[in-house]
């Protein structure tokens, strides 16, 4: 609800998420054609934190590395 | 190889799907890859079970995370039939598996690979090509914020945590990509897909690659 605590913590999310779209569309990186465009989307007003916790949950497994074993396989 | 493929322009692609707030990506990406390859070899293009996946899967954790590759072990162990996605609903939370009797429609991989192709995407790009779409994993982080073009920076191979489908790929501009589909929803990135560069293996999108064989 308006004025609740939790309505001024998604705010202070939703400015800091725009502190990091200042960098990261930072013209250093971005001056290429084409590049991506980071900006305010349905995210906007979790943390990192919040959003690692639930999107970001896939476990890393090492894999071995792609060796072409013959031009029959690849075909 | 071609100058662009992408599996969508041949109706082998099911839509986006939103995991909302179930952290189900392994899921999501490996029976999109199931759905096309099943389709790829001459049947119906039929949304799968993905909660049936985040069940069932023991070697993973539901909602609360999993692999690509462990997934896909349990599947090729198992030869669990996935049901159609109508019969087994997306609740956006861990429940308890649920099994049909073996007459019940299905589809099951009698197969899968999975290797690291960092350094070699352009065996990736062939790979994509013969097998169908590519489960991969990739750094997520910055796509918090992404909304379109050409991801080029800002994120770091070794250091996945995010699973998604890869469907095609363009070399015709002056930045080559990869076509990606996400399952964040429509509305997140360019319809729900998000385009990276190929090449310098950008957000370790090269280093977990698998795919099923039905």
Redesign the interface.
């Known amino acids: 609800s308006l004025g609740s605590l939790e309505l001024q913590r998604r705010e202070r999310f939703f400015q800091e998420?725009i502190q990091?779209?200042v960098y990261?569309n930072s013209p250093v990186?971005?001056h290429?054609?084409?590049?991506?465009?980071?900006?305010i989307?349905?995210?906007?007003d979790?943390s990192?934190e919040e959003?690692?916790?639930?999107?970001?949950?896939?476990?890393?497994?090492?894999?071995?590395?792609?060796v072409?074993t013959s031009t029959k396989e690849?075909? | 190889l071609p100058a662009r493929f992408d599996w969508r322009d041949k109706k082998f692609v099911t839509p986006v799907r939103n995991q909302l707030s179930c952290g189900g990506c392994w899921a999501f990406s490996i029976v999109g890859g199931i759905e096309s390859a099943y389709a790829i070899k001459g049947n119906l293009l039929e949304e799968l079970s993905v909660q049936q996946v985040i069940d069932c899967s023991y070697e993973d954790h539901g909602c609360n995370g999993g692999s690509t590759i462990s997934a896909l072990h349990w599947l090729n162990k198992t030869r669990v039939k996935l049901a159609r996605a109508s019969e087994y609903k997306f609740k956006a939370q861990t429940g308890i598996c649920h099994y049909f009797p073996s007459s019940d429609f299905g589809v099951s991989i009698r197969d899968y690979k999975a290797y690291n192709f960092s350094g070699a995407e352009e065996q990736m790009m062939m790979q994509l090509i013969n097998l169908g779409p590519l489960a991969v994993t990739v750094d997520a982080v910055s796509w918090q914020d992404y909304l379109g073009g050409i991801i080029q920076h800002h994120c770091s191979s070794g250091e996945a945590n995010h699973a998604v489908l890869i469907t095609g790929f363009d070399t015709t501009g002056d930045i080559p990509y990869w076509i990606v589909q996400n399952s964040w929803g429509t509305t997140w990135g360019i319809d729900g897909y998000v385009y990276i560069k190929i090449g310098e293996n950008v957000c370790g999108i090269a280093d977990t690659v698998s795919a099923a064989l039905v």
Not at chain 1, 41 to 44: R, T
């Open positions: 998420s990091r779209h990261l990186l971005s290429e054609n084409n590049s991506a465009i980071y900006g989307n349905q995210f906007s979790l990192p959003f690692k916790a639930i999107y970001l949950q896939s476990k890393a497994v090492k894999l071995p590395e792609y072409k690849a075909v």
